[in-house]
């Protein structure tokens, strides 16, 4: 099965993470019925300071014709917030990506450096979030002056039953029995709409409970009681926010994996993490968000869970034998990014081959 992969490798970090994503992707090229052609799509502030754009036509095109794009991370120190990212907005708005899936599993050889305590842990992690991804205030409608500044919070009903419909069909795909609504709807509009929209829309899953909560409670109960959770959908903003909290539930934000995914339509997979300047040519980034992101693609994009499985395990078994520095462990080694990702690759390689 030949694929089309658009590469971006992007600023600070990321070229090293997606190094590392991209030799998982050739081993699965050389051990199973894929075989993937890789094509790089530079865009972020690197290519901004070259060419002034952060996303040229041609990079653009390039993903347009691709069968996936995986991403690095974009942005960089020297530049206004915004001149290098804006250039993510693009894709998501560019290709109608209206799904931002982004699991938070917690690895069991994890949970000794999971923040939370063991009793809030309970039995284990495992939350997936569906962020609405083209509408609210992403929209970008509004305008900056000098003494006031608005942004609009825009959804549509035909916005909010395609992803509330994608949360459900997900939640029944992987047996979850509920889906959580996360909204702010005893103040906001746009989640009065939402709420509405969700219940209707809860009548044709009968098997699946469903759940409301509000955007400040649940930021509460994530950290107090997140093994309650199985799939929540929520709005735009509001899943930027709570997905970064969640990540670190997993041990490290650089564990955290995404994929921008319109069903059937070129989709965009990368880690949660920015460019992490601080740490960008060091070689001690977390590939592992990069990794995952790999995973998701080839769940969702090319409707491999085998192989998704495979690289779930390999990241897994990887843990158990050492560590980037972020999710460090004294009993074992401390690993650089090439490191950690040469010793996924190679147990990726030996489950692939028997
Ligand atoms: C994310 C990021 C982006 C967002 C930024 C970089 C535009 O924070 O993917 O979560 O806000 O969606
Ligand atoms: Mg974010």
Redesign the pocket.
């Known amino acids: 099965m030949k694929k089309t992969i658009a590469i971006t490798r992007g600023d600070g970090c990321g070229p090293e993470v997606v190094n590392e994503a991209v030799n998982i992707l050739k081993i699965v090229s050389d051990f199973t019925e894929f075989d993937f052609e890789f094509i790089e799509a530079p865009a972020g502030g690197e290519v901004w300071k070259k060419y002034g754009t952060n996303l040229p036509e041609q990079s653009f095109e390039t993903i347009k014709k691709s069968d996936a794009l995986l991403f690095g991370a974009i942005g960089l120190p020297d530049l206004k917030p915004g001149i290098a990212?804006s250039a993510?907005?693009k894709i998501r708005q560019g290709l109608d990506l209206y799904v931002n899936l982004r699991p938070i599993k917690l690895y069991q050889v994890l949970r000794e450096i999971c923040p939370l305590k063991d009793e809030f842990i309970g039995d284990g992690i495992d939350i997936t979030f569906v962020r609405e991804n083209t509408e609210g205030l992403y929209k970008n409608i509004g305008k900056l002056e000098e003494n006031s500044a608005e942004n609009l919070m825009l959804y549509t009903r035909e916005g909010c039953e395609r992803i509330i419909k994608f949360a459900f069909e997900f939640a029944k795909r992987k047996g979850h029995n509920k889906v959580t609504s996360v909204d702010k709807a005893n103040i906001l509009k746009p989640s009065q709409l939402w709420r509405s929209i969700f219940h209707e829309m809860s009548k044709s899953y009968s098997k699946i409970e469903i759940e409301d909560i509000y955007i400040d409670a649940f930021c509460q109960w994530l950290i107090r009681a997140p093994f309650k959770f199985q799939t929540v959908v929520t709005g735009n903003m509001f899943g930027?926010i709570i997905?970064d909290e969640a990540a670190f539930l997993i041990g490290s934000l650089g564990m955290a994996s995404s994929g921008n995914i319109h069903p059937g339509k070129v989709s965009m997979y990368e880690p949660?993490h920015?460019s992490a300047p601080d740490i960008a040519g060091k070689g001690i980034a977390n590939p592992i968000g990069t990794i995952l992101s790999v995973k998701l693609m080839m769940e969702e994009s090319f409707n491999s869970l085998e192989i998704g499985n495979e690289i779930d395990h390999a990241v897994e078994a990887a843990l158990q034998e050492g560590r980037t520095v972020d999710i460090r462990s004294n009993s074992l080694k401390t690993l650089s990014t090439i490191e950690m990702g040469d010793l996924i690759a190679s147990k990726l390689k030996r489950r692939l081959k028997a």
């Open positions: 990212e993510i907005l930027d997905s949660i920015g």
